[in-house]
């Protein structure tokens, strides 16, 4: 961890150094421009939460969770010989996590309570200013230890003759679960050496692992087999500018997933007492809408909003609604305090721990499933002086914290710092 | 309110905005073009957007991702 930080120490002197001569050309005639560093971002963030409702242990048991996230995007800017603007931009993330609950992936609580994900991603669009329209094409990978996902999707946007924007986006993710079960319910055939009582194993994968000392579970990960699961996304919006200081928009998703959707290490426990892996249906279709609507009152104050209705074919209903509103201390410095609330329907295949039946087909205590309501409220500044912060390429600073409560029990915190080199 | 309302009273509510759609110059769009009033995320809300799609049961129609990654623990 204290590698990653000093990474980004490294990374914001690198940038302040690199930024600091700027040199002027003459631009009379046009002339084709290559690809350039336009823009420079550095977003981290720092994650923490606990709870009671751990899906690994079938409902109960602890959530604590830490997340440290950081990332770095490099914007490129270049414009061809047909006058079009081209956009390029590379990405790359890094996040590494404890949590409490991966513990009891093993039955003895023995399993590793830390994990780090990696994604790189890359994204490329090419915008004709004087037709209004632009297309985009973009690609990310995420890697963490039990789970791997390709994303790639196409965009495309065309302006109006009244101030309006029409954007079509399709995604889709192909992932891979690695289907880790809890240590007490791997598919074995086992062979018990009975000098030393340690336990070889062999999985139904054809992996061997061996446990000794009460089931403490020792081997790598090769060779668990993985299953896919896929999400396809076709999102439509429309933006409007109403008047000099009201804009909405109106998005709209249609999101269809098929695989594996639940995970091989949560646990639900049954009625019975008797313990099964979670068993949730292959496909899901999700729909959301959302509607945003910002407003400019007066001189120093704006009025975010935000609704969105949700519905899915698992029986889950949900409503989003939030407000922020930036003031403007001055032009380039502001205070945004902000509040959301959120509410859900649980699936129809949630109930909580030892509640399930030998009846159900399909069955979760997996709590992000349940139904429950949400808040989550904070506050960001942000600073933005023309000239950049202390006559720096650093042209943005973003700080931004909230504190969120689920009715589940759940609370966490999360803080987060953009900073917007030019 | 039911689904169908619900619905409704969108559609009229978004007919009449732009209904009332007023011409707009470039030169009158200083407070549109406030890198505050824009109509998608901010870089620095990525992280908090991840954990609530994480820690909820619905997600999208935000700008925000659909699918990929785990967000297992």
């Known amino acids: ?422 | 309110m039911k689904m169908r309302n619900r619905l409704a009273l969108i559609l009229i509510l978004g007919a009449l905005m732009l209904g009332s759609c007023t011409p707009v110059k470039p030169y009158q769009k200083s407070r549109i073009n406030d890198s505050e009033m824009s109509l998608s995320n901010r870089k620095v809300e990525k992280n908090e957007l991840n954990f609530q799609s994480y820690r909820e049961g619905s997600s999208g129609a935000n700008g925000g991702k659909t699918g990929g990654g785990c967000g297992c623990n």
Request: proline fraction near 4%; aromatic fraction near 12%; glycine fraction near 8%.
């Open chain 1, 1 to 422: 961890m204290r590698k990653i930080c000093l990474t980004v120490v490294g990374l914001f002197l690198m940038l302040l150094h690199a930024f600091s001569q700027v040199s002027t050309k003459d631009t009379s005639g046009y002339k084709a421009k290559p690809l350039s560093i336009d823009e420079v971002n550095l977003v981290s963030g720092y994650y923490t939460q606990t709870g009671d409702h751990s899906p690994i242990t079938g409902g109960i048991g602890t959530e604590a969770v830490t997340d440290l996230a950081n990332g770095i995007e490099l914007k490129l800017v270049g414009w061809d010989s047909l006058r079009r603007k081209n956009n390029l931009t590379l990405g790359f993330g890094i996040d590494h996590h404890t949590a409490a609950s991966q513990a009891w992936v093993s039955k003895t609580g023995a399993s590793s309570t830390v994990g780090t994900r990696i994604y790189p991603s890359l994204d490329w669009s090419i915008e004709n200013l004087r037709k209004g329209t632009s297309f985009g094409l973009g690609a990310i990978y995420s890697s963490e230890f039990n789970y791997h996902s390709i994303g790639l999707d196409a965009n495309f946007s065309k302006k109006t003759n009244n101030n309006g924007e029409f954007t079509t986006k399709l995604t889709a993710y192909f992932d891979q679960v690695k289907l880790i079960y809890p240590s007490e319910l791997i598919p074995l055939d086992t062979v018990k050496n009975s000098v030393d009582s340690t336990v070889s194993i062999t999985t139904a994968s054809g992996r061997s692992v061996s446990l000794s000392g009460g089931g403490v579970e020792s081997g790598g990960s090769s060779g668990i087999p993985s299953s896919p699961r896929n999400s396809y996304t076709a999102a439509f919006s429309f933006d409007q500018v109403i008047n000099e200081r009201l804009q909405v928009s109106a998005e709209i998703d249609l999101v269809y997933q098929d695989g594996y959707l639940g995970l091989p290490f949560h646990r639900v426990y049954f009625a019975d007492g008797s313990v099964h892996v979670e068993a949730l249906p292959s496909q899901r279709f999700k729909l959301p809408v959302g509607l945003r609507l910002n407003y400019f009152l007066g001189d120093n104050l704006i009025i975010r909003s935000y609704y969105r209705f949700y519905i899915d074919d698992w029986g889950l209903k949900s409503q989003t609604a939030g407000l922020e509103l930036p003031i403007k201390i001055s032009p380039f410095f502001s205070v945004s305090p902000f509040y959301r609330f959120y509410r859900q329907t649980a699936v129809r295949y949630f109930a909580p721990y030892e509640t399930h039946t030998e009846q159900d087909q399909y069955y979760t205590s997996n709590y992000a499933l349940s139904s429950f309501s949400s808040q989550f409220m904070g506050i960001g500044i942000r600073l933005a002086p023309p000239r950049g912060i202390i006559f720096t390429a650093l042209s943005a600073l973003e700080i931004r914290y909230g504190h969120y409560t689920q009715t589940t029990g759940l609370i966490s915190d999360a803080i987060s710092l953009d900073l917007k080199f030019k």
